[in-house]
């Protein structure tokens, strides 16, 4: 067997509920998701990984802002790319030992990856995407001199926005295909990939792509037999948490955009992760299957996991 996996991780696959997402947290989990991985590794596929950086990409932000007054910050695209080194090195050194103790020698790269999206795109216009942590409008009002764009997040204070523009494809697209058919694991795209323009030259540009939408690329762009995004739920619901709620185990794509023209999906929680799966299928014509990162191999055997499939 040689079909390519793409699995995009979410962010329960470094921080759990209730951590305070130190680096010897994060690398536990790192290695609790590498003995998941190696077991697909096991069945002979060639893996593809990616990953959110939210809370990654989130501290590093505070850091920067903090140490503002004794050296430059880094731009917001500057620090994604900072989350990816980050996230992947965690990744990567669990998958190695994880290999290790399999028996299994097998290359493990990360590599870092910009996404073209373009400058046009509404999302520019209107950044809706929370990035940061919160604060009062006091302190917002002074964040509005930096140039930022601020908006109040109900409940809860004010915090940054920026955009999340549809990721076009992976720069590093290539480089990628040609290290998953010479046998590498490779971790790429992560946090949804370093936001570029390529105009007369490409060209950072502050913004967040949605890990999932861009994992989607990645996984159509590399020729993918299967799709998994691991979250934290097992399968996906209708009717989420009222009284006729339904949850999902295998749909038509036909059934999957109904239900997402519907609105059962947030816009900031599970509807990305099904548009993804929906683009994916129309696409290829191959299976995404939804599922939590502890049920991966499970759903892997139709077990378990929400399936999406072009006809049933």
Same mark, same amino acid.
């Given at each position: 067997m040689s079909d390519i996996v793409t699995i995009a991780l979410g962010g329960n696959a470094l921080l759990q509920y209730g951590q305070r997402g130190?680096?010897?947290?994060?690398?536990?989990? +790192?290695?609790?998701?590498?003995?998941?991985?190696? !077991?697909?590794?096991?069945? =002979?596929?060639?893996?593809?990984?990616?990953?959110?950086?939210?809370?990654?990409?989130? +501290?590093?932000?505070?850091?920067?802002? +903090?140490? +503002?007054?004794?050296? @430059?910050?880094?731009?917001?695209?500057?620090?994604?790319?900072?989350?990816?080194?980050?996230? =992947?090195?965690?990744?990567?050194?669990?998958?190695?030992?994880?290999?290790?103790?399999?028996?299994?020698?097998?290359? #493990?790269?990360? %590599? #870092?990856?910009?996404?073209? %999206?373009?400058?046009?795109?509404?999302?520019?216009?209107?950044?809706?995407?929370?990035?940061?942590?919160?604060?009062? *409008? !006091? !302190?917002?009002?002074?964040?509005?001199?930096?140039?930022?764009?601020?908006?109040?997040?109900?409940?809860?204070?004010?915090?940054?926005?920026?955009?999340?523009?549809? @990721?076009?494809?992976? #720069? *590093?697209? !290539?480089a990628v295909r040609r290290m998953v058919n010479a046998g590498i694991i490779v971790i790429a795209s992560g946090g949804g990939g370093i936001p570029v323009v390529d105009e007369e030259e490409l060209e950072g540009i502050d913004a967040v792509i949605d890990k999932d939408l861009a994992g989607e690329r990645l996984a159509s762009s590399l020729g993918s037999e299967l799709f998994m995004i691991l979250t934290d739920v097992e399968r996906v619901a209708v009717n989420f948490k009222k009284e006729n709620q339904i949850f999902l185990d295998t749909i038509s794509l036909d059934e999957a955009k109904r239900y997402y023209e519907e609105g059962h999906f947030p816009p900031g929680n599970m509807g990305p992760k099904v548009l993804a799966a929906i683009r994916f299928v129309e696409r290829t014509g191959k299976v995404a299957i939804i599922t939590s990162l502890d049920k991966a191999v499970e759903a892997l055997d139709g077990k378990t996991g929400t399936r999406i499939v072009s006809k049933r």
């Open positions: 130190t680096f010897e947290e994060q690398l536990a989990n +790192a290695r609790v998701t590498a003995r998941q991985i190696v !077991e697909l590794i096991r069945r =002979g596929y060639k893996v593809v990984i990616t990953h959110g950086n939210g809370p990654q990409v989130g +501290a590093i932000l505070l850091q920067q802002e +903090a140490g +503002a007054s004794q050296v @430059p910050p880094m731009p917001l695209h500057a620090c994604g790319a900072m989350s990816q080194g980050l996230i =992947g090195y965690m990744i990567q050194q669990s998958l190695i030992n994880e290999l290790r103790r399999a028996g299994i020698d097998m290359p #493990v790269a990360t %590599v #870092v990856t910009q996404v073209l %999206v373009d400058r046009k795109d509404q999302a520019f216009r209107n950044p809706t995407k929370f990035i940061g942590p919160w604060y009062s *409008e !006091e !302190e917002a009002r002074e964040r509005d001199k930096l140039g930022w764009v601020m908006k109040y997040d109900v409940g809860k204070g004010w915090r940054r926005v920026v955009p999340s523009p549809d @990721p076009i494809g992976q #720069v *590093e697209i !290539e």
